[in-house]
């Protein structure tokens, strides 16, 4: 049952990608919203819905500190083991904006989150600032994408967006629809899978389900970022890859701590303030070399990403067995 599960996720999760991306490139033509803005906003804030509704649900029931874990953790992930292994399988192109707009914000999140949270709680009003900030940061997107691309097309004889429209907008945003659930499920069944497998596979051993949550769990919630960001780069939509990751990140800060803190101040344990984030802040500041230096981000940078997440795992680990 475990492994039918697992199969059952994972071709879920890839159909859901493929709907998804499809959704996404359709409703930015029928918008006139670039697809990397869709990929920064409506693709990410899907695939971060769960970690939003997670938190929202721990804080009224009086554990919110769940939504530490979830975004720090979250974060991690997002850039170094899916936007590495995305990059491993196919090598991208980021767009000028997304360096020196959309990354600097990524940036800017993570080291808010990190100074809320240096007195061991973030409060009301600082839950409030994080969300201000991400309805600021969309709408600007969204106004300055529109008149960028009406200019762009009013320029151009070619349209950018032919195939996209033959879609009419009801079903582009039915295929999103789509792709956002199945994704969801995709996920849930396949993590259930996973641990199921990883219980037998681990049967005795005292830190079982420690390192099921470091390993299989934390993979499993990051799978449908992975896939999305996969299909996309598979169908030459680079875009939405990288803005569905940075807009995660901000999603996740700005949304989810923001939103919950609202609800409930939440607490910041030592252990997430003196190892979690300084791991979340080191690869957020590792993009800085990668977006910067070259054009494409290739398969020596993903290695690179992607083996500072199997060092966060692998310290981890350490941990749990006490070699460190």
Do not use: H
């Given at each position: 049952m475990d492994y039918l599960l697992l199969i059952l996720g994972l071709l879920v999760l890839i159909v859901g990608g493929e709907f998804l991306v499809k959704g996404a490139v359709g409703c930015s033509a029928a918008f006139k919203i670039s697809p990397l803005v869709i990929g920064m906003t409506v693709v990410s804030f899907g695939t971060s819905a769960p970690e939003l509704l997670v938190s929202l649900q721990s804080a009224m029931d009086g554990n919110p500190g769940i939504a530490i874990g979830n975004v720090v953790g979250s974060n991690i992930a997002n850039?170094?083991?899916?936007?590495?292994?995305?990059?491993?399988?196919?090598?991208?192109?980021?767009?000028?904006?997304?360096?020196?707009?959309?990354?600097?914000?990524?940036?800017?999140?993570?080291i808010l989150f990190y100074v809320f949270a240096l007195d061991n709680i973030i409060e009301l009003y600082e839950g409030i600032i994080l969300f201000g900030i991400l309805v600021t940061f969309t709408t600007y997107l969204v106004i300055n994408s529109r008149k960028k691309t009406k200019k762009a097309q009013a320029e151009s004889d070619e349209?950018?967006?032919?195939?996209?429209?033959?879609?009419?907008?009801?079903?582009?945003?039915?295929?999103?629809?789509?792709?956002?659930?199945?994704?969801?499920?995709?996920s849930d069944w396949f993590v259930k899978g996973a641990v199921g497998i990883a219980e037998v596979v681990l049967e005795g051993n005292p830190d079982k389900d420690?390192?099921?949550?470091?390993?299989?769990?934390?993979?499993?919630?990051?799978?449908?970022?992975?896939?999305?960001?996969?299909?996309?780069?598979?169908?030459?939509?680079?875009?939405?890859?990288?803005?569905?990751?940075?807009?995660?990140?901000?999603?996740?800060?700005?949304?989810?701590?923001?939103?919950?803190?609202?609800?409930?101040?939440?607490?910041?344990?030592?252990?997430?303030?003196?190892?979690?984030?300084?791991?979340?802040?080191?690869?957020?500041?590792?993009?800085?070399?990668?977006?910067?230096?070259?054009?494409?981000?290739?398969?020596?940078?993903?290695?690179?990403?992607?083996?500072?997440?199997?060092?966060y795992v692998a310290v981890i680990l350490m941990q749990i067995k006490g070699v460190i």
């Open positions: 850039i170094a083991l899916v936007l590495g292994i995305t990059v491993l399988i196919f090598p991208i192109i980021a767009e000028r904006q997304t360096k020196f707009i959309d990354y600097p914000m990524m940036l800017l999140a993570c349209d950018e967006y032919k195939d996209a429209l033959k879609y009419p907008i009801w079903k582009s945003v039915v295929f999103l629809l789509i792709g956002l659930v199945a994704l969801y499920f995709g420690s390192i099921i949550g470091v390993t299989v769990v934390a993979l499993g919630t990051s799978a449908p970022e992975l896939v999305a960001s996969i299909v996309a780069a598979v169908r030459k939509q680079s875009d939405i890859s990288v803005g569905n990751l940075i807009g995660s990140n901000i999603f996740n800060v700005f949304a989810v701590i923001g939103i919950t803190s609202i609800v409930k101040p939440i607490e910041v344990t030592d252990q997430v303030l003196d190892f979690d984030m300084y791991w979340m802040l080191g690869i957020m500041f590792l993009m800085i070399p990668i977006l910067l230096f070259g054009k494409r981000i290739g398969r020596l940078k993903g290695a690179l990403l992607f083996g500072s997440y199997i060092a």
